[in-house]
């Protein structure tokens, strides 16, 4: 696949995009631990309370934080799978254009 390709899939960014994928290992940490060290990452960058369940109980995690217009301001989300986080953050920027 393209990097064209691959990059239309993410959401419109003029600034960084990060994918970041089980942080919480990095930390020898469970997903529900580490979720529970940082409350800001709970309410509003989930789907839904069902798609943050099955983050926990698969203790698998994909992060993904853009910055649509400037350095400063930015969106992030939070889903189990990869086309989740993605699929998730296309329609936060759908929402916010």
């Known amino acids: ?9 993410l959401p419109a960014h003029k600034c960084g995009l990060y994918i970041t994928h089980n942080e919480h290992r990095d930390y020898y940490e469970t997903l529900t631990e580490y979720l529970g060290d940082r409350d800001f990452m709970h309410i509003g960058y989930w789907k839904d309370a069902e798609s943050r369940q099955r983050a926990l109980d698969t203790n698998e995690c994909w992060q993904l934080q853009w910055y649509p217009d400037t350095p400063i301001g ?11 986080v993605i699929e998730l953050a296309n329609a936060k920027a759908a929402k916010s254009a």
Request: hydrophobic content about 55%; proline content about 5%; cysteine-free.
């Open 1 to 9: 696949m393209s990097t064209e390709a691959l990059t239309a899939m």
């Open 74 to 84: 930015f969106h992030h989300v939070f889903a189990p799978t990869l086309a989740e």
